[in-house]
């Protein structure tokens, strides 16, 4: 049998070695890059910083800094989707809403939020809570849009003959409304996690003294690239965990799609 073919038919029935394959092949792009071609000053090699975890959670600070972000980040996410579910069903169920409203969220999203953190940190303080209200700035509004796309989606066949049933509100957003917009409503936590992630960081890095944010800027300052790529590994392990709790959820709640 030809090789390559063989391989080819293998990769495609287990899709998870071929994200294996790409991720070792970029950690051996990168140890050899580190190694032989880019200053040590400015990029260290993935050997190096594994090693170095040891030492990173010893550094004055470092433990708490990394349950100051999560706290933030999982506070942030929390609000995000519990208040931009509402909304977004109130947006997307109403025509009026809609037409009104649509718009400014559309705008508010477009805006670069950066450029309003000061009114955060002059509303908010310098403590968690700012950081908290930005990530809530950058995560919400995902949420709200994906979620109005999904309800939108809905054939209104569906819900007319939910009311000719004599369905309430609730079973109507039980059994209708929910089920069909999981994938976008996913998505949308999806996309409104990178955008919590996004925010809580910026708000650290410019205006903080804990937090993984503030312990970034400074080995960026002090040309300390072994542990800097070290606390981006944490945070990516952060985002991964929340990651994967969302993709869970998404399993549980769609599962009657694969039955």
């Not at 947006?91 to 009104?100: D, E, P």
């Not at 940190?121 to 994906?146: D, E, M, N, Q, R």
């Amino acid at each position: 049998m030809n090789r390559p073919l063989h391989l080819q038919k293998v990769l495609y029935r287990h899709p998870g070695l071929a994200r294996l394959a790409v991720v070792v092949a970029l950690f051996l792009l990168w140890e050899i890059s580190a190694r032989w071609w880019i200053d040590p000053s400015f990029l260290s090699p993935p050997s190096r910083v594994v090693a170095s975890f040891g030492e990173l959670f010893e550094t004055p600070g470092i433990p708490k800094a990394l349950q100051i972000t999560f706290w933030e980040l999982a506070v942030a996410f929390a609000i995000s989707v519990a208040a931009g579910l509402p909304i977004g069903l109130a947006v997307g169920l109403s025509r009026f809403s809609n037409r009104s409203l649509m718009p400014i969220i559309l705008l508010l999203y477009g805006t670069p939020q950066v450029t309003i953190l000061p009114l955060f940190i002059l509303y908010f303080g310098i403590g968690p809570p700012s950081k908290i209200a930005f990530g809530v700035s950058h995560g919400i509004f995902p949420i709200i849009v994906t979620i109005v796309a999904g309800v939108q989606n809905i054939k209104p066949i569906l819900m007319t003959a939910a009311h000719s049933m004599g369905a309430s509100r609730w079973q109507i957003f039980r059994w209708v409304i929910f089920p069909h917009m999981i994938p976008t409503f996913f998505a949308g936590m999806r996309l409104g996690m990178t955008g919590v992630l996004l925010g809580v960081l910026l708000a650290e890095l410019y205006v903080s003294s804990a937090g993984i944010g503030y312990f970034t800027q400074l080995f960026t300052q002090a040309f300390d690239p072994t542990k800097l790529l070290g606390l981006v590994s944490v945070l990516a392990a952060m985002a991964i965990v929340m990651n994967e709790i969302v993709r869970r959820a998404e399993v549980h709640f769609g599962r009657w799609r694969t039955d």
